[in-house]
């Protein structure tokens, strides 16, 4: 009887091992396949300021978990505003110097950074890295802003959203500006991959709806109600679940990278106005 029972124990402690390798490892799995599903960087910088003779300082700084971290700072003709662009899932900072031109053209200096595997970042991506990342980010610009005794709005568009909430709901800034942002993962699979429990399964990754309920600064959202990659109706859920101060601009015509362009004049007016205000 006491070996069986010596057996059985050790058969016991045997399964639960098993079973604790088997959940790292099925956990890894899912992390990663989330993660590829999520994350698109690109590490050719196909243009610099430089090329659009827009004056800028290279900025190089570090995670908290030691990464280093790449991104351009773009000072306005008057530093009275600082806007910290928290860019999309795909391409990296280059991409994305056409919209920071016209910023700067309404006053704006702007500070965009690459996430870990963007860009000339260095390291891997990961959801964990991604809020690390922007964390890093808001520090610079923090530093600049106190410097220059300026305004301090976060920026994010598409993904970059679920960083500024983030930031918007733990660090201090006077405004936050979302675009084309989602609620969470969860509703973005129910969206575009209908498999069951998809959603219960990831309504707690990249969850900006989750987060938006501390935000207590004054809010913008625009969002484009041609938008089929992240559609408006996502937009609109979190804009409602997000505190007063508010205002959600629908951008019509506009799809999910074009807000800007098909804006035009008035979504910057809109911008600029909103800066302003702060």
């Not at 089929?228 to 101060?245: C, D, H, S, W, Y």
Request: glycine residues 10%.
């Amino acid at each position: 009887m006491a070996i069986r029972k010596v057996i059985f124990r050790v058969l016991r402690i045997g399964v639960l091992l098993l079973g604790v390798i088997l959940l790292g490892f099925f956990s890894g799995a899912w992390n990663w396949f989330v993660e590829s599903q999520a994350f698109f960087p690109d590490t050719v910088i196909e243009q610099t300021p430089a090329d659009l003779d827009l004056p800028f300082e290279d900025i190089w700084f570090t995670s908290s978990d030691g990464v280093r971290l790449h991104g351009w700072l773009i000072p306005a003709s008057s530093p009275r505003n600082l806007l910290l662009f928290c860019h999309g899932n795909g391409g990296n900072i280059s991409h994305r110097l056409d919209n920071i031109r016209l910023l700067r053209k309404i006053g704006i200096s702007v500070f965009i950074f690459d996430y870990r595997g963007y860009g000339r970042s260095h390291g891997s991506i990961s959801e964990k890295g991604f809020y690390l990342d922007s964390e890093a980010a808001y520090d610079v610009a923090r530093k600049w802003v106190e410097k220059n005794g300026a305004q301090f709005v976060v920026f994010g568009r598409s993904m970059g959203g679920i960083a500024a909430t983030h930031l918007g709901a733990t660090r201090k800034c006077d405004g936050l500006i979302l675009e084309s942002t989602f609620t969470n993962m969860g509703a973005m699979a129910r969206t575009h991959y209908p498999l069951p429990f998809a959603e219960s399964l990831l309504k707690h990754r990249l969850n900006a709806v989750g987060q938006i309920v501390k935000v207590r600064i004054p809010k913008l959202f625009f969002h484009g109600d041609k938008d089929r990659i992240v559609p408006i109706k996502l937009g609109l859920k979190l804009f409602e679940a997000a505190p007063n101060p508010k205002e959600f601009v629908v951008l019509p015509g506009a799809g999910h990278n074009d807000t800007y362009f098909v804006g035009g004049h008035d979504y910057f007016k809109k911008i600029e106005s909103f800066v302003n205000s702060l």
